[in-house]
């Protein structure tokens, strides 16, 4: 682990204009986690600091969005992301904010010390300007027409309907979000950090002394200073954030990203009178948890800041995770398409470590990764509950049914070569664990703590310590046994005893092993072996000795439990639901062309009367599949509210099944049913024919299902 006294953990500022998803977790805080977890199971010297970055313009336009003010909106989201870290298990030392006295001062007394020392560049440059509001517009407060595709509500930085990247003088009709008065070119004066003059030190510091860095993190830094750095403002005109301390500066305030990185040191300085012993002695190894988007902030520009400030450790490495993707699209919270942390707290109580599980064992490490409930599913019934669960399950009740519930004990003389090559997979698995760990390779870690569970399954498998019992029984019964005899008995209970002695201190390792990722379930098992937490110290990991002979423990108790596919569904048709459509899909643009052809004959007149008796509701499609030995089939699972019914319908052709799932359509509920193919149809979904193509007939917005259609 190297010559470090002591360990500074941050993970980044979360912005508190809204809560957090499952990205957020498997970016950067699991990952920050499990190795803060780690090095206090080793009694390392360890902090671990973050809190909610409170100032920018994001919280302005989330406040302007909700007509309250920035405040409002940074008490709510503070407790909201701090409520779901801790409920995940996320075990920060503090959880601070950048809106507190403390940051404020902090943040200041950093600029002070730079401007004192000459270090920024005033420069006056022209910015837009609101004339009526009387006051500078940030890029996200200016709305126009995007030029690329005539979307009239781009923002001065991105149209968010066709993602191009823009500048306030690039929109056509440009006015302000504030007022809608069309803004103006106005003079201002802001203080420039000159990040050039840094290039040097940053090149022979970051790409020649930390080439060990991930790949994505090096290249990315190397492309920026490769390119070369320029001065960038460390100062905007706005009213909400830190001021800018300085006499001719009203109206101005820090920038966010000099502000919020600050917020680590201040952070610390709030939980520990050292704070100073964290960040300005050289033996203290910082490493900062991100995602790949505060790569440049956290490797070039905070280093060039701690530089030019001086006296400040810098980061020993800066392990950023790529993009966790949901269901195969990019997370956008804007259309709500993500998995929010405090939604999945609701919907699976006491089930946060299997939620950890999935987005360690599918964590982004080195590239973007995709997050689907299938496979949520998959592995908490296959490697959870069927590979991890089973074999403590198994070994604690038959150590209750063979050996009276108490720790048996170990007979060298008894003991052939699976077992010691069992008990030989403890050490080594401790070191692999270690080598992964302190390369920040945590879903490896995490594969070689489901290995040792696997192995330990197979173990018992081969020793078979049931038919061993078997034996005894059926000898003592005075019955003949084809393979042993009455002497062989104290073998076989020594086999036994063996057996179940190596199946518990594995199982005792196993909660050591599994502490960093799953630390619910770590708990769990020491309940269950009745030792106290302190076992879960990393000194203890490997050993053969961790629970005494003779001592009594527990009843079994189930680790994990099988998600079923009803579940999964609800989960799936929960964020179809949620899906607010971008603006390219809702359309300002006119209609494409339709080809006219003849429309078809009316049918007979009907009375009211008769069209009272169809029972109309809105459904979900929750499954989908093709009908066996039917091409033109597809049987369909729909939710109306009340009850799920199954559809067979003829839509094969037209549609495939996975990409239907979590539409709304009409369903004529009160239709006799009928057999298809031998599976009874509930129901008939409504379809439109347009020149041979099949569309569904639903709501133009999403509506509860067994919403009535009239």
Known sequence: MGNFNRYLITAALPYANGPVHIGHLAGCYLPADIYVRYLRAKKADVKFVCGTDEHGVPITIKA???????????????????????AMGISFDIFARTSAPIHHETASDFFLKMYNDGLFEEKESEQYFDPEKKVFLADRYIVGTCPKCGNDKAYGDQCERCGTSLSPDELINPHSALSNAVPVKKLTKHWYMPLQNYEPWLNEWLLEGHKEWKNNVYGQCKSWLDSGLQSRAMTRDSNWGIKVPLKDADGKVLYVWFDAPIGYI??????????????????TKLVHFIGKDNIVFHCIIFPAMLKAHGGFVFPDNVPANEFLNI???KVSTSRNWAVWVHDYIADFPDQQDVLRYVLCSTAPETKDNDFTWKDFQDRNNNELVSTLGNFINRTMVLMHKLCGGKVPAYHESAADDIDKEMLAEFSATKQRL?????????????????????????????????????????????ETHPKYTEKDLPLLQAKIDNCLHICLQLTANLAIFAHPFMPFTAKKICHMLKVVDRMLEWENAGSAKLLSVGYALRAPELLFQKIEDDQIAAQ??????????????????????????????AKPEIQYDDFAKLDLRVGTIVQAEKVEKADKLLKLL?????????????IAMHFNPADIIGKQVTLVANLAPRKMRGIESQGMILMAEDNGKLVFVNPAEAVAPGSGVS
């Open 434 to 478: 270690e080598t992964s760990l302190e390369a920040y390779r945590f879903r490896e870690a995490l594969a070689e703590v489901m290995e040792f569970s696997r192995k330990g399954n197979q173990y018992l498998q081969r020793s078979e310590p049931w038919i061993l019992a078997k034996a005894i029984e059926k000898i003592n019964a005075g």
């Open 64 to 86: 302007m969005k909700e007509n309250v003010t920035p405040q409002d909106i940074v008490d709510k989201y503070h407790k909201v992301i701090g409520d779901s870290f801790a």
């Open 327 to 329: 269901e195969g699209e």
């Open 266 to 283: 201040s952070a610390t300085k709030e939980l520990t009178p050292n704070w100073a012993d964290y960040w300005c002695k050289e033996d």
């Open 638 to 650: 729909v939710d109306i509210g009340t009850e799920q019914r199954t559809v067979v319908s003829g």
């Open 572 to 601: 799936i048709e929960k964020l179809h639901a949620g899906l607010i459509k971008p603006a390219a899909e809702v359309a300002t643009a006119a209609p494409a062309a339709v080809e006219e052809k003849p429309a078809a004959p």
